[in-house]
């Protein structure tokens, strides 16, 4: 696949416009075909309007869903990415977009790497208040990662608008387990406003044992599962995974003109640590780094782009960095260490998950040193991907162990399909 380059904010967003919502069921929804072909690979927001872009993306704009909000208490669960384009090709966030149509919004509460999208990967956030609005912000990674009976007190629908990017250990979806349980507990209706997956188009990895479940984890999913976010709320609730049962009143507001393989670039970071495209691309091979003594970018301003360690062999792991403390890890892994390891900016974009980097590594940590750590596990979901490393299977013959567990999986993910 090809993938849209950006920095930072300025380049394209999917403009928005006028949708019906759909709400959950057990059948795919009419899916709109959509080629490739047909994507500009040059937008900027410059070259953005309303009569040229008829096939490009359409997220659901407030307005699809004012029927269901108005004259209620509203809380919304959002970050940095929670936002809307606005008329002047520049973004608005969606509470002052709510707020803006006289929408009566209460609380925020906001999931790891707090409202603003800064914190360190599992640091701890406390509660706030935004300054602009005065809203309070409630931090769904602080003391609790579900929203308490007193927190939801007064409200009558939540709304759910997060960027995600399709990885199991990416923890949005977590907070998106805790806030459906938390809705089906208290008889809270959630809307789910639905984002494009920029790792949907393929689906790879281990499936998830259950006994092996952590915030790192809670599905019995592959670490790549094609999804959506919307899809997979759907998932969630269809397959009875919130405690004792339950299901929410759920509500998937979807996308228009979009496919699993539809070529998406975030136009805004989904987390520090996730800076471009190329980055959220690797980030199912590199992540499973974290669950190991190897630095796999954090520290440096090409986050999962690089990895590597300084008892790495020079001749084979021929690119160098230090890493050290800035935005969004404050103690990364080898700080202020001299790294041997891999720029991997320049590879091909991937559609697996690549073991070899991360056999390749472990083969190469000299004995007596740690290579994997006590995360590894929570990681991969299974104690079994460690072991077979550890005896020397190789990529090919570690893939082959997933395939049942993968194939099973796809006949329950395509009950919660709605896009092709």
Not at 139 to 157: A, E, F, I, Y
Not at 168 to 193: D, G, K, Q
């Amino acid at each position: 696949m090809i993938y849209f380059n950006f920095k930072n904010t300025y380049f394209f967003w999917v403009f928005i416009s006028v949708f019906g919502f759909i709400s959950c069921s057990d059948k795919p929804a009419n899916k709109t075909k959509l080629k490739n072909t047909e994507i500009s690979q040059n937008l900027t927001h410059d070259s953005l309007s309303y009569a040229n872009l008829n096939t490009e993306l359409i997220i659901s704009y407030p307005d699809n869903y004012l029927h269901l909000i108005k004259g209620k208490v509203v809380g919304v669960v959002g970050n940095q990415t929670s936002v809307v384009k606005n008329k002047n090709n520049g973004f608005t966030h969606l509470i002052d977009t709510l707020i803006s149509l006289k929408i009566d919004v209460k609380k925020v509460f906001s999931p790891e790497h707090g409202f603003r999208g800064k914190a360190d990967a599992g640091e701890k956030v406390a509660d706030s208040k935004d300054l602009k609005t005065g809203l309070p912000i409630l931090s769904l990674h602080g003391k609790n990662k579900k929203p308490t009976l007193t927190q939801l007190q007064g409200l009558d629908v939540l709304i759910f608008d997060i960027q995600d990017v399709g990885v199991r250990f990416y923890t949005y979806i977590s907070t998106l387990h805790y806030i459906m349980e938390a809705c089906a507990e208290n008889n809270i209706p959630l809307i789910v406003i639905d984002r494009p997956n920029p790792n949907a188009h393929y689906i790879d990895g281990p499936i998830l044992e259950t006994k092996h479940q952590s915030f790192l984890g809670m599905h019995p999913v592959p670490i790549v599962y094609g999804m959506t976010i919307g899809e997979y709320a759907k998932m969630i609730n269809g397959e009875k995974w919130l405690k004792k049962g339950k299901q929410c009143n759920l509500t998937v507001m979807p996308l228009k003109n979009y496919t699993h393989q539809t070529l998406y670039s975030l136009p805004i970071k989904p987390s520090p640590n996730l800076p471009n495209d190329k980055a959220i691309n690797l980030y199912p091979s590199l992540g499973l780094f974290e669950g190991t003594s190897i630095n796999a970018g954090r520290g440096t301003e090409i986050q999962f782009q690089i990895f590597g360690a300084p008892y790495l062999d020079k001749k084979t792991y021929s690119f160098s960095y230090t890493p050290h403390a800035n935005v969004g890890a404050k103690y990364p892994k080898q700080k202020d260490k001299l790294c041997n390891g891999l720029d991997l900016r320049t590879s091909k974009n991937l559609n697996t998950i690549k073991l070899d980097w991360l056999i390749g590594a472990y083969k190469n940590t000299p004995k007596g040193k740690e290579f994997f750590q006590a995360t590894f596990t929570a990681h991969a979901g299974t104690k079994k991907l460690r072991q077979q490393i550890e005896s020397g299977m190789n990529a090919d013959e570690i893939r082959s162990t997933w395939q049942t567990g993968i194939e099973l999986f796809k006949k329950t993910r395509f009950k919660y399909l709605i896009y092709d």
